[in-house]
């Protein structure tokens, strides 16, 4: 059965009190004076030496009470930055609540970065604090002279090794929460403040900050919410996310909407293909979404007896092969449902909402009270089934909820807002997909070029800069290939470099790899090198 989303979103700000100035503090205040008893995360620590902790909406309530006036006592007020680079565990979302709680924003730092990577989003970011993870500190260790900004760094040091030891000047994350009053803060925290940094990387130059204002972000866990509603609507419903939580669809689509509509949620650390349906199954898990090569990875494990012994019926998924969508959908017993979404779009996307009817490979149509449209360059509305740009409306009263802004970059903040010969503004996604007569969406291509591998969307300069600074390398170009051209069926890129050498200079790819690997993101590490004499260049030399 499913909720109408109108209703479901009715329902939840009228239980909450939801008004244009409520807060995030307000909103985890009102959960612990509802339902504070009940469990809402579970996090597996441990899967192998069944290891797992629950935390109840009280729990959250006071741990992120803690962390804020641990804040608050180190100084750190309404308005100031805080880089969370940090695993999946229940400190991350102790730290984002609290640091929420007292009005700073948090910048979400992927871990997979390193080198020059993880030195420009903490720095761009004009964090002044950093919360990490003790297994990352080597990589912050690395950079820490090139961020005269960073003032107090605060370290996770939970599963750490007995003789572990803090550096000078760093505080455990542990002895801050445990060191602070339970107390409620009264911080004024307004809905357009700034509330989070997320880097996206497109196909050129440095990534570009896409930031989520109270307002905002708060708007996208009530949509994750009524996404999931068709989900949802049986006893008992549990989510789990094994994605990343510095990552909009683990946060937004999990994590915050579990949240809201008092779902349980599972949590661990990292994707496992092997271990993946066990989780599933012990947690009695009733829904999850996917994201990149999951679907196929979860494929290409040895059937097991057991594999239709669970309790999911529905999940969600980015775009899918739809050979892979029928191979899954047989194997687990379950309906995979596409959906389509952009982290820098305002809350916008596109959904099958558990129509059993949905064409197989579609993205989905849109949701009550949005128009999403397939235009040409000039923003004209093109004809069913010809490709072209998908964009969405921004209605007049909605400009405050779905503003799109890059931190630092108004050019780019612009660009992806455009007005139309009719006078209407629409959101630009940067993605060529088609739509039918019947209003079903299907993704084609990215507009521009740009590497997708791992699941992570990369700029090619940003490996390229990495690589052209080996003194043997005059200049290289950084591309995808798709997997199927290597003899592998996922629906993702696989990374290519071509590399000019300086003249008379030699060099085996062993030794190009030994220089970038501590350089770059792994899911950024070239897996085929080419050497060439030149690279085709334009008429600009581009």
């Known amino acids: 059965m499913s909720i109408p989303a109108e209703t479901l979103r009715e329902r939840i700000q009228k239980r909450h009190n939801i008004t244009p100035t409520t807060t995030f503090a307000d909103i985890v205040k009102t959960k612990a004076d ?35 006036n641990g ?8 308005g100031d930055g805080i880089s969370i680079y940090q695993i999946n565990s229940p400190e991350f979302l102790f730290a984002l609540f609290g640091a929420w709680k007292i009005g700073n924003y948090v910048v979400l730092v992927n871990t997979g970065l390193r080198g020059d990577g993880l030195q420009y989003i903490i720095d761009h970011s004009d964090s002044k604090m950093v919360v990490l ?22 370290v996770d040091t939970n599963e750490a090794p007995p003789d572990f030891e803090l550096p000078d000047g760093m505080l455990s994350f542990q002895d801050v929460i445990n060191e602070a009053p339970e107390d409620d803060v009264e911080i004024e925290v307004k809905p357009d403040d700034m509330l989070t940094l997320m880097y996206t990387s497109g ?3 440095l990534p570009k900050a896409t930031t989520f204002f109270y307002r905002g972000l708060m708007g996208n866990s009530l949509i994750g919410t009524i996404m999931y509603s068709s989900y949802w609507a049986q006893p008992g419903a549990k989510l789990f996310t094994c994605l990343p939580l510095f990552h909009g669809n683990a946060l937004q689509l999990c994590a915050m909407p579990g949240y809201y509509g008092e779902i349980p949620v599972v949590i661990s650390k990292r994707f496992s293909a092997s271990r993946f349906w066990d989780i599933v199954r012990k947690y009695e898990v009733t829904t999850f979404n996917t994201l990149g090569s999951m679907p196929q990875y979860l494929i290409k494990q040895p059937e097991r007896s057991n594999d239709k012994d669970h309790k999911v019926r529905v999940i969600s998924s980015a775009a899918c092969p739809k050979e892979i969508v029928r ?24 959904g099958t909402g558990g129509d059993p ?12 009270g949005i128009t999403a449209e397939i235009m040409d360059d000039d923003l004209n509305i093109l004809p069913a089934n010809t490709v072209g740009e998908l964009v969405f409306l921004i209605k007049e009263e909605e400009k405050a909820v779905r503003k799109v802004s890059y ?10 807002t455009q007005v139309a010969p009719d006078g209407r503004s629409w959101f630009l996604s940067g993605d060529l997909a088609t739509k039918d007569e019947k209003g ?60 000019v050498l300086q003249p008379g200079k030699t060099m085996a790819p062993e030794e190009l790899l030994d220089f970038i690997q501590d350089k770059l993101a792994y899911f950024q590490i070239p897996r085929f090198i080419d050497f060439v004499d030149a690279l085709p260049k334009s008429k600009v030399h581009r």
């Open 34 to 68: 509802l339902v504070g008893d009940k469990v809402y995360l579970t996090y597996v620590r441990d899967f192998d030496k069944g290891i797992d902790e629950q935390y109840t909406y009280r729990d959250m309530h006071v741990k992120s009470n803690q962390f804020a």
């Open 71 to 78: 804040l608050l006592k180190l100084g750190m007020k309404r």
């Open 133 to 154: 993870h003790w297994s990352l500190i080597q990589n912050y260790l690395s950079i820490k002279d090139q961020l005269p900004k960073i003032k107090l760094v605060i």
């Open 203 to 205: 196909t050129t130059g």
């Open 327 to 350: 191979a899954f959908e047989e194997r687990f017993n379950l309906k995979l449902n596409e959906g389509y979404g952009a982290v820098d779009g305002g809350s916008f996307g596109l």
């Open 357 to 368: 009817n949905a064409p197989v490979g579609s993205m989905g149509k849109v949701g009550p």
């Open 407 to 416: 931190y630092k970059n108004p050019e780019a903040s612009t660009a992806r």
């Open 440 to 499: 079903w969406f299907y993704f084609v291509d990215r507009k521009k070029d740009s590497l997708r591998r791992r699941g992570e969307n990369m700029s090619a300069y940003s490996i390229e800069r990495v690589i052209n600074g080996h003194d043997k390398v005059l200049e290289s170009a950084a591309y995808g290939i798709k997997s199927h051209q290597v003899g592998e069926d996922y629906a993702e890129d696989e990374v290519m470099v071509a590399v």
